[in-house]
């Protein structure tokens, strides 16, 4: 049997890649095979950097397994910690996460996409959310995609499951680079090991602050963090890192992060 997901982990950084032929599609056991590797991931202090991507050329992920439902796999079934794909409902996961979208990257796998902080392309990569001529709803993608990309633009994908290319999704701010697709996955290792490079308190903070700010009133989130009223924001106001950063300044050399 072929493994469902392979996982890589080198110098903090895990890679996990969706392997399952022909198109990489998400059925309950797999989520839920997801969702365990990256809970152990926000969970282990010496991790510190996630890459998600796909095995092959052709396929980063379509989503759903419409085979696996078919047979039986109830689309209201359980998905997991962190439900579907295992990253989109993870509570407290405040690492950073690169997608490396290596090919057909629509429905499910487009929101999956959109929990990850980067996004990377092959340029040959292909986006959509095709739900609409399912008779159905993309529901994670309804809540993001307009608040990553122009509205008029997010709403033609959701209303008509139109496709579009890297360079397109690029041009309106949803991938941050197209590689090549010989060189996708090394510029995503470089993309991790510059990540993991920096201070993971600070990362958490920042992750913490975006997300809640989505829904708050940027002067109650700005007297929140000034109130120390986050638990990341007050645990690097008071470490070691912090004043790590002040003292390399002064001294004109590297800081030296702790993660403490």
């Known amino acids: 049997m072929t493994e469902p997901v392979l996982t890589k982990r080198e110098s903090g950084i895990l890679e996990v890649t969706l392997n399952r032929p022909a198109a990489n599609s998400i059925d309950l056991a797999t989520s839920r095979i997801l969702g365990e590797i990256f809970a152990e991931f926000r969970d282990d202090p010496k991790m510190r950097v996630a890459i998600i991507t796909g095995a092959g050329e052709k396929f980063f992920c379509p989503g759903w ?3 696996a439902a078919a047979d039986g796999d109830a689309v209201d079934g359980d998905y997991g910690v962190g439900g579907f794909g295992g990253l989109q409902e993870l509570g407290n ?13 629509c429905g499910g796998g487009l929101e999956l996409a959109l ?15 095709p739900e609409i001529t399912s008779g159905t709803v993309a529901d994670a993608a309804s809540i993001k995609l307009p608040k990553r990309i122009p509205y008029h633009i ?10 579009i290319d890297a360079e397109e999704a690029h041009r309106w701010g949803l991938v941050n680079h197209i590689w ?22 600070v990362y958490a903070a920042i992750k913490e602050i975006v997300r809640d700010a989505e829904d708050t009133r940027f002067q109650d989130m700005l007297n929140r963090i000034s109130k120390r ?10 470490s070691e890192d912090n004043l790590e950063g002040a003292l390399a300044f002064a001294e004109k050399r590297k800081p030296v992060w702790k993660g403490r």
């Not at 996961?93 to 990257?105: E, H, R, S, T």
């Not at 929990?115 to 959310?129: C, M, V």
């Not at 009223?229 to 106001?237: A, E, I, K, P």
């Open 229 to 238: 009223q986050l638990r990341t924001v007050d645990v690097l106001y008071g």
């Open 115 to 129: 929990s990850a902080d980067i996004i990377l392309a092959a340029g040959h990569a292909r986006f959509a959310l």
């Open 154 to 163: 997010a709403m033609e994908m959701l209303l008509t499951g139109r496709w």
């Open 93 to 105: 996961f405040n690492k950073p996460v690169i997608a490396a979208v290596n090919g057909i990257c």
């Open 65 to 67: 397994d419409l085979k």
């Open 180 to 201: 090549p697709a010989a060189d996708l996955r090394h510029n995503a290792w470089e993309m991790a090991r510059l990540l993991a490079s920096g201070p993971s308190l």
